[in-house]
């Protein structure tokens, strides 16, 4: 399974565009990158999942080169509700997702 | 989006005795759950793939005899903490994949435990 690494925290204010980069170098052809933010005491939520290219949902981008040894998700206009820590996982389509490695993440703080 | 209940969301035990911890996925049936353990200010890890009808898979260094899962029916898995120990008080996460993985997991909202 392949392993993640990602900036252990980042500051950003309010109104600006966050990007969080993962490396991901050994992910396989089959893995697909997927996001997810955690509040504190609560379960991780999806935030948007890419095998290459781009995506973008309503509330993130997601940014993945050619070679897909690494992704940026990218958020628009944080808010102090963003403040929370983003994980960046790298799995099998059809296999047990649940099986993916969490990294060590990535804290963001947003401030006022 | 699915949606993965867990009960009870904190639990206060005194040392030696045992917790269950439920995990329900309420609006797809899930023949797959995971179990984490998440200590403060750490990642989760995944401690067990609960499968259902069949005996779950614990990782490398999870005591199967301390950390009981039961995933009776499609909808239920359990993890009983028996003989808790204060080293054991933690943040339990559990995860379920919809029958057709779509590489997104749906997580519960977390029981957090606290052996005295």
């Known amino acids: 399974l392949a392993k993640t690494t990602q900036p252990i925290s980042m500051d950003s204010y309010e109104g600006q565009e966050v990007n969080i980069t993962c490396s991901h170098n050994?992910?396989?052809?089959?893995?697909?990158i997927t996001w997810y933010q955690q509040f504190p005491s609560q379960g991780p939520r999806f935030i948007i999942q890419?095998?290459?290219t781009k995506v973008t949902n309503e509330v993130a981008s997601l940014f993945i080169p050619a070679d897909r040894k690494s992704s940026t998700l990218s958020l628009p206009r944080v808010s102090l509700s963003d403040t929370a820590v983003y994980y960046c996982?790298?799995?099998?389509?059809?296999?047990?997702?649940?099986?993916?490695?969490f990294g060590d993440g990535t804290t963001l703080t947003v401030k006022p | 989006g699915a949606v993965v209940s867990q009960h009870p969301s904190w639990v206060i035990c005194k040392s030696g005795t045992s917790v269950k911890i439920e995990c329900r996925s309420l609006?797809?049936?899930?023949?797959?759950m995971f179990w984490y353990r998440q200590f403060p200010k750490q990642s989760l890890m995944l401690m067990a793939t609960?499968?259902?009808?069949?005996?779950?898979?614990?990782e490398q260094g999870v005591e199967k005899d301390k950390f009981l899962i039961n995933h009776a029916s499609l909808t239920l898995s359990t993890l009983t903490v028996t003989s808790a120990h204060p080293e054991d008080s933690s943040f339990y996460i559990c995860?379920?994949?919809?029958?057709?993985?779509?590489?997104?997991?749906?997580f519960g909202e977390g029981s957090r435990l606290t052996v005295l």
């Open positions: 996982l790298v799995g099998g389509y059809n296999t047990n997702a649940g099986k993916s490695t």
């Open positions: 995860s379920a994949e919809p029958p057709s993985p779509t590489g997104e997991l749906f």
């Open positions: 609960s499968n259902e009808g069949s005996k779950a898979t614990y």
């Open positions: 050994n992910i396989a052809t089959n893995d697909y």
């Open positions: 890419g095998y290459k």
């Open positions: 609006d797809f049936q899930a023949t797959t």
